[in-house]
Structures are given as structure tokens and as C-alpha cells.
């Protein structure tokens, strides 16, 4: 019996090897963040069918070459260079690369925006696990299982809700996603930084990784200048390493914790200032006297019960909502706004002992939208979807933070009804966002569904009329574009993009003398206005009036001397008049700036073959080649120029590769025929001179070349027919 019953004691005792259950609850426990992502990654889904608006997207991505590689002139523009207002070289990295992977695809620029999207999603999922952790008692599976599962919840209330439609759909705003994930970083390795000994290497080298992610956010968007503020505010709750009362902050036992955010302040003052410098550079900020003191702060109040709002109930959501033109600070809007923020800001300092987690929430809510609220207002919106992205995660937070409350308190265990009704209303409610979400996404398919649905939403926006104008304008629809550009006119009278694009549809129906009253409309209203300047640049080349047309692209030059198409304008322009010199420099000049310009290197050939210097222009045709590989004019004038300098193999190679691309190119046909009766081919040259008869039966000298090969070959019945035929040619055209 005592055999036994050792036996059995020994038995009762056994369990599974720990590294089993460790690998085991790993995982599962990895399956969550990844379902996370998988999550995310379908919602978003339609996205990567949607194509480049224009909105931003046209003039970031696809008429900007600038970002397209990574040669040091391409990197040093992107971290040199502020464009339309933003200073962004860690976002131009991630498009450089998107294009050298897809080219200028929209997919491919899409797809990183979601599989970003989808990272941050995972990294709010690791961030509501460390933070809920002490929420919930760690003794059984069970409670952890439930821990896991809230803070899975948490990163899709954030991730599939209809607001983030806009940072993720919008191709521009990858700047959004990528600083949002370094900045989801940096609280992150924060949150592992604080539970480190402070005099430890470990600690050094997390807080040191926290600094390097704060600072790689910045260098993809100045949106985190705020963020310090937010880690100061997390030190207080829910970290208790400052006191909630800021007099005891300098105390001896708290000043460390301040001195700890110095790095993180440095880097955020210095990344705001060039945020100013690059939304000056770009006239994009208002001035006060246009924009008073009191309408910024009815402004952000709306802001802030705005993305609340929205956050609630998020419906008629719309790509702008666009400043009034009169702005009233008293209209009930911002006034309602104004109460209802103070209200809530006294209410939940009243409750601040009671409710920590709420006052934290609303702080570092308003501390990350502070630098969108309008203080320093620039653009067009009065709020926009995108300042959500991260201003909200809060209230995602602090709703998972009420789940864990329930559960806590009522155990999860205990309460099967309870962890059922609340899975239920949970997968309800991540469900109905998700539905939203795959709907607004589809939003921005393309600019005419984009502004269609705006004007939808918001009938009195000026700018989403004059964009969906554009948008009938590029395709012809010339009476539903000046519709909308009137419309917006009506709306904003001092719109002087409007004033420029009408006049623009008034020129081309004939109505010039109107059109050029526009313009000039456009010009008074906004004095360095480069378009308005240009078209009317172009109304004066129709006129002749080459003197006028000099002057106005002279008055372009002083607001962007970096204008390729204007020097090369003005290289034409010389060259009419005679001014070879001038007209040669001006083309040298959109050489240089537009990489190479394959049409200015055409031009400088032209110029140096009428010095009669052939060298000169098949090294400007071979220039032109590097940057347009795919230009067939290019390549027959360089073709023609080698075969004239007597290099017959290499103006037949140029000749073939043009045949390869454009096989209906006459002329190729015949200009290849004749490099090969040259080399003594008649065979292969007969071949190409009756495709280019047979291409263009008009064309008289291939009809002579045919002739003459054939009288080569001995076949003199059918030379002497084509010889009539180009004979009969040659005499029409003569007499033409």
C-alpha cells in the first residue's frame, strides 16, 4: 500500500514540460496580432484597386519625378527639399521605393499604405496589452486569454473605423501611416523603457531606440511635435512617475523623469520650426489679419468636438469640409463646440480621482490635434478626416480599458453572459465599422467618384466643385466644367484657381477677350499665380505677340526659375527671333532641371545642325535617349545623324530599335532601307522600301529608293513603275 501510494503521489504531481506551455501559449497568443493584420488588410481591401487623385496625389506622385530612385541628387532633393508644404524624406523613401518596384502603378502605392496601416494596427494591439496588463489578474488562462482578447479588440476599434479611411485610401497620405507607426513605436519601446532600472544599459539603450523612433517619425511627418507632451502625460497616468500635481515635478526624486524628455522636446522644437518654414514656403498659411485670433479658437473648439463626434457617430463622412469664406466665431457650430469641450474638460477634471484613465484620454487627445486645430491654419478644411488618425486612438483606448474594467470587476469567469453579451456587441460593433470602412474606402476609386461624393456631402464646398470642374475639364466635358467652376466661383469669388481654369475654357471656346479677364482676375487676386501667368503667356504666342509672350515667361522666371517648361518655351521663342545664343541657353537650362529633357535636347540638336556641327547634335539626340529610352523621334533623328556622319551600324542599330517599337513607322522603313543598300544589302533594303510604300503609298522618295534597288537587283518592269510613281509624287508637290 505505501508502494502505492507513493506511486500515485508521484503521479498526481507530474506536469507538461514548461518550455510545451510556454510554446503552446505563444502561439495563441501570436495568433491574435496577426488576425489583427489579416483584419485590417481586408477591410482595406478595395484600396488597392482605387487609382491617383487630384487631390495632392498628381503633384506628389505622378508629375513629380524627383523621388523616382535613389541616385544622390534624388535624396539629396527629398532631404533638402519641402514640397507643397511638408518636409517629408523618410515618406519620399517609401514612394522612391514603391516606384522601383511597380513603377507608377497606384497598387503598388496603395498596398504599403494598408500594409502600414495594418502594422500599426498590431503595434496599438501590443500597446493595449502593456497597458491593460494590470488591469487584469494574471492566475488563470482564462483572465489572461481575456486580456488578450480586449486588447485585440482595442486595435481593431481603431483600425477599422471609418475615419482612418482617409490617411490609408489617399496615396499622398502615406505620410500619415509611416509617422504614425515610428510614433506607435516609440510609446511602445517607452512603455518597455520605464519598467528598466534607470542606471542600467538596458535601460540606455531602450530609451535610446525610443528617441531614434520619435526622430524617424518626425523625418516622415511633423505630426508627433506634440508627442513628448503625450509621454509626460502617460508618466502621470498610468505609469505614476510623475505626480499629478506639476509644482512636485522638479522635486529630487521626479526632475530625472523631465530631464529623461529633453532629447524628445530638442527634436520636436526643431522639426516645428521647419514645419512652419515648409508651410511659409508653400504660402499655405493664413495671416492673422486675413484669419483673426478668435475664429482660430472657434476653429478648435469645432475641431475637438468634431473627431469626438465623428468618433461616435461616424457618418457623411467627407474628403473636406471646407473653411467657410465668411467665418463667424458666433455661429451656434463653434459655439455649441466651445460648451460642450469646456464642459467635458471640467467634468472630467472633476472626476480626475475617480476617473484618471478619462482625463489622461481627453489630454492626450487634444495634445496630439493641438497642431491641426487651426492656431497655425493652413489649407483649405476646417477639420479633416486624417487629423484623426492618431488624435483618436485614445478613445479606442479607453473603450478597451472599459471592457477590462467590466471583466475585472465582474469576473470572467463568473459571468458567461456577461463575456457573451459584450463579445457580442463588440463583434456588432467591429463589424459595422468594418462596413463603413470597406465603403469610404471605394470613396477614393478616382477624382471624379472622389468629388462627387464631396459636393454630395458638402454642397457648398468651392474647392470640391472647382476640383470635380477639373476633372470634366481633362475630359472634355466642357459645359459640366465651366458648370462647377462657376459654381465654386459663386461660392468663393476670390478662388484665383477658379478665375484661372474658366478662363482657360472661355480661350478654347473662342471667347478669348473673357477668358484673359479671368486670367488677369486670377493674377490680381494672387500676384505670384505661375498658371494664370502661363496661360496667358500662351494666349499672346496665338496672337503672335512675341515681345508680350517674353515678358510674361520673363515674370515666371521670378517667381520659379526652376521651370524647365518655361526655359524651354523661351528657348522657342529666341529661336524664332533669331537668337540662336539665347534661344540655346534657355533649352540647356530645361536640359539640366527636367533630368536631361529629351524635346530641349532635340532642340539643342536642331540648333547645333543648323551650325552644321552633326557631332554636337547626335551627342544632345544621345542625351535625350538616357531619360525618354522609349522616344522613336528621338532615336530617328539620332538614326538619320549617325548615317549622315557615315556610322551606318550604328544608325541602322537606332533604326531597328524605333522599327521594334512603332513597326507603322514609315519613315524608320525607309531611312533603315537606305543604311542597308549603303551597306550593300539590296535584298534587305528592298524589303523595308516597300513597307514603306506599302505604310504610306504617298511617300515619293521611298518610291524613288524602291526604283533604285530594284534597277540594282535587275528587276527594271517594276523599278521604272515606282520611278513614275515618285515622279508623278514629286511634280504634285512641287506644284503644291
Not at 216 to 226: E, P
Request: proline share 4%; charged share 20%; net charge positive.
Amino acid at each position: 500500500m505505501k508502494s502505492n501510494s507513493r506511486t500515485n503521489n508521484k503521479k498526481s504531481s507530474k506536469r507538461p514540460p514548461t518550455r510545451n506551455l510556454r510554446a503552446g501559449r505563444t502561439w495563441v497568443e501570436w495568433l491574435f496580432p496577426t488576425l489583427v493584420a489579416v483584419v485590417t488588410c481586408a477591410t482595406f481591401f478595395p484600396a488597392l484597386s482605387n487609382d491617383f487623385v487630384n487631390w495632392d496625389d498628381e503633384l506628389t506622385l505622378v508629375t513629380n519625378a524627383r523621388y523616382r530612385g535613389f541616385s544622390w541628387s534624388e535624396l539629396k532633393w527629398m532631404f533638402t527639399t519641402v514640397h507643397m508644404g511638408h518636409y517629408q524624406p523618410l515618406s519620399w523613401l517609401s514612394f522612391a521605393l514603391d516606384y522601383s518596384l511597380w513603377g507608377l502603378v497606384p497598387l503598388g502605392f496603395h498596398l504599403t499604405n494598408i500594409l502600414l496601416h495594418s502594422i500599426n494596427a498590431v503595434l496599438v494591439y501590443f500597446i493595449a496589452l502593456r497597458l491593460f496588463d494590470s488591469n487584469l489578474p494574471k492566475t488563470t488562462t482564462d483572465n489572461r486569454l481575456a486580456l488578450i482578447a480586449i486588447s485585440c479588440f482595442t486595435a481593431l476599434l481603431f483600425s477599422l473605423h471609418p475615419l482612418r479611411a482617409e490617411s490609408v485610401a489617399w496615396a499622398t497620405q502615406r505620410r500619415d501611416v509611416l509617422s504614425a507607426c515610428f510614433l506607435l513605436s516609440t510609446i511602445l519601446i517607452y512603455l518597455t523603457t520605464v519598467g528598466k532600472p534607470m542606471a542600467s544599459g538596458a535601460y540606455k539603450r531602450w530609451m535610446a531606440g525610443a528617441i531614434a523612433a520619435f526622430a524617424a517619425s518626425l523625418f516622415a511627418k511633423a505630426a508627433g511635435i506634440t508627442f513628448p507632451v503625450v509621454l509626460l502625460v502617460l508618466d502621470i497616468y498610468p505609469l505614476g512617475r510623475l505626480s499629478g500635481f506639476p509644482r512636485k515635478w522638479f522635486d529630487r526624486d521626479q526632475r530625472w523623469v523631465l530631464w529623461e524628455k529633453a532629447p524628445f522636446f530638442l527634436l520636436a522644437v526643431i522639426f516645428g520650426i521647419i514645419a512652419l518654414f515648409a508651410q511659409h514656403d508653400a504660402s499655405a498659411l493664413k495671416a492673422i489679419e486675413r484669419y483673426g485670433i478668435a475664429s482660430r479658437i472657434a476653429q478648435g473648439f469645432y475641431g475637438v468636438g468634431f473627431y469626438l463626434g465623428k468618433t461616435v457617430i461616424p457618418t457623411n463622412l467627407s474628403p473636406l469640409y471646407e473653411l467657410p469664406v465668411q467665418h463667424n466665431a458666433l455661429d451656434w457650430p463653434f459655439v455649441v463646440s466651445g460648451l460642450a469641450v469646456i464642459g467635458i474638460s471640467f467634468g472630467l477634471f472633476h472626476l480626475r480621482y475617480r476617473w484618471p484613465a478619462g482625463l489622461a484620454s481627453w489630454v492626450i487627445y487634444i495634445v496630439i490635434l493641438f497642431p491641426v486645430l487651426g492656431i497655425a491654419q493652413s489649407g483649405p478644411q476646417l477639420v479633416a478626416d486624417r487629423y484623426s488618425y492618431l488624435s483618436c486612438l485614445p478613445w479606442a483606448l479607453l473603450a478597451g480599458s472599459a471592457v477590462s474594467y467590466v471583466w475585472r470587476r465582474y469576473g470572467f469567469d463568473q459571468t458567461p453572459g456577461l463575456f457573451a453579451a459584450s463579445f457580442g456587441v463588440g463583434l456588432v460593433t467591429l463589424g459595422g465599422l468594418g462596413v463603413l470602412t470597406w465603403v469610404q474606402v471605394q470613396i477614393w476609386h478616382d477624382s471624379e467618384k472622389l468629388w462627387r461624393h464631396t459636393v454630395a456631402v458638402r454642397p457648398d464646398s468651392a474647392t470640391a466643385h472647382y476640383n470635380l470642374g477639373v476633372v470634366f475639364s481633362q475630359r472634355g466635358a466642357i459645359d459640366a466644367a465651366e458648370r462647377h467652376y462657376k459654381k465654386s466661383l459663386e461660392l468663393n469669388p476670390v478662388a484665383p484657381d477658379a478665375h484661372n481654369n474658366l478662363g482657360l475654357l472661355l480661350v478654347r471656346r473662342g471667347e478669348v477677350d473673357e477668358g484673359v479677364r479671368h486670367y488677369e482676375e486670377a493674377l490680381r487676386l494672387n500676384p505670384r499665380h505661375k498658371k494664370a501667368y502661363l496661360n496667358l503667356a500662351n494666349v499672346a504666342l496665338l496672337q503672335e505677340d512675341l515681345i508680350r509672350a517674353l515678358d510674361i515667361y520673363q515674370q515666371v522666371l521670378r517667381i520659379d526659375p526652376a521651370d524647365a517648361d518655361v526655359h524651354y518655351n523661351l528657348g522657342m521663342i529666341y529661336a524664332k527671333q533669331g537668337d540662336r545664343e539665347s534661344s540655346a541657353r534657355h533649352y540647356r537650362e530645361a536640359a539640366r532641371i527636367n533630368r536631361g529633357d529629351a524635346d530641349a535636347q532635340i532642340q539643342l540638336a536642331e540648333l547645333a545642325l543648323a551650325r552644321r556641327d552633326i557631332n554636337g547634335a547626335i551627342a544632345h539626340l544621345q542625351e535625350g535617349l538616357k531619360v525618354s529610352t522609349a522616344a522613336s523621334e528621338v532615336r530617328f533623328k539620332l538614326g538619320t545623324l549617325l548615317a549622315l556622319s557615315g556610322q551606318l551600324g550604328a544608325a541602322a542599330e537606332q533604326f531597328e530599335i524605333v522599327l521594334r517599337s512603332k513597326p507603322e513607322f514609315a519613315q524608320a522603313h525607309h531611312s533603315l532601307g537606305r543604311v542597308r543598300a549603303a551597306q550593300g544589302d539590296l535584298n534587305q533594303a528592298t524589303v523595308h522600301f516597300r513597307e514603306a510604300v506599302r505604310l504610306q503609298p504617298e511617300f515619293a522618295a521611298a518610291h524613288e529608293s524602291l526604283a533604285m534597288a530594284l534597277a540594282e537587283l535587275g528587276n527594271q518592269e517594276e523599278a521604272s513603275k515606282h520611278q513614275k510613281i515618285a515622279s508623278r509624287l514629286f511634280n504634285s508637290q512641287a506644284k503644291n
